[in-house]
């Protein structure tokens, strides 16, 4: 939909497939239209004469969030006062190095009566977050006869969405805390991998310290939502901690090594560690991933968090809880109903766990690595994109 915010007017915009039928339009639509757009020419100059209209100058677009933006230009006088509409060709880019354009069966043709300049374009059936998008304007003027005459087109204009706000992983919170589950005891972290990174030489591995028998924080990849923010951008040690329901222990198969390094959870979880909500996901699968990042308090991952993820109480959460005892001690739970991605934000000193070969097999088919939520899941996908 296309709204004005701060006392300016709102519109709306829809989105339709060029075969609906215009009686299907709520009476709040009834002031918007959708235009089919072939390629990069006007649209379409049999539509009316593109001479006496002015070319939009100068496109501005400000206030990116993950699902709108407000976009502005300039226009010469003559022929101002004849303008009766904007049309606006919204595209996603195919990728970095292309300017063809995604589902052309799509139409994304947005027109809007004259309104006071910016205007916000927001509509989550067309925006997705940390998204490309092309973005091109040209000004109409509605003919007696229901055409338009139309002006040339803008120079196009790139942009990038955004990614979630805190409103938006609050809702993703809510729907991972839906299906999480009861609590389950645990007592170790563990991560595994390939021989090789935990031998001393193991230059291939950044995120390993050889020398220094250091696990090293590394950038989490682009798996799971898109618009989550601790993608490409938070650096941590990635550990699991779920455990099997008959034993209690950490299963023997793992995606992602057959040697597995095991530290007791209390060295990474502690009341000195803060716990925030990162990411909720599922993989076309019926099993669903709940990322969570500890970050011991005032190190430069829990700046990071902090505003930009949901915090969550430590000794009382859905997810992975750390609860003092009256004799001192901690204790710890996990979900029993989600699997649960633990990213700590600081080094691993080696020496605090213990590393071993575990028996079961290597599952890569279940490796999370830069895998893509799925789209259509109801259950971990909230309104404003994947």
Known sequence: MLHYVHQQVSVSVCCLLLSSSLNSLSVELKSLQLCDREGTESADSSMGDVDNLPVPQQIRISNITCDSFKISWDVDHRGRERITHYFLDLNKKENNNSNKFKHKDVPTKLVAKVVPLPMTVRGHWFLSPRTEYTVAVQTAAKQPDGDYAVSQWSEVIEFCTADYSSLHLNQLLQKAEAIAGRMLPFTVFYRNQQQEYFQQASPSYRS????????LPAVKDNSGSLGSPISGKLEGVFFSCNTEFNTGNPPQDSPYGPYRFQIQAEVLFNQNTNIYFGDFYCMYTSYHYVILVLAPGGTKGDVFCKGRLPAL?????????????????????????????????????????????ISGQQLVSQSTVNAKKDPSCKICNISVGR
Do not use: P
């Open 208 to 215: 390993r310290d050889a020398q220094c028998h250091q696990m």
């Open 313 to 357: 109480d430590r000794s009382n959460n859905c997810f992975l809880s750390c609860t003092e005892e009256d004799d001192g001690s901690l204790s710890f739970r996990h979900a029993q109903d989600v699997i649960l991605e633990v990213i700590y934000t600081e080094s691993v000193d080696m020496s605090l766990g213990t590393v071993a070969r």
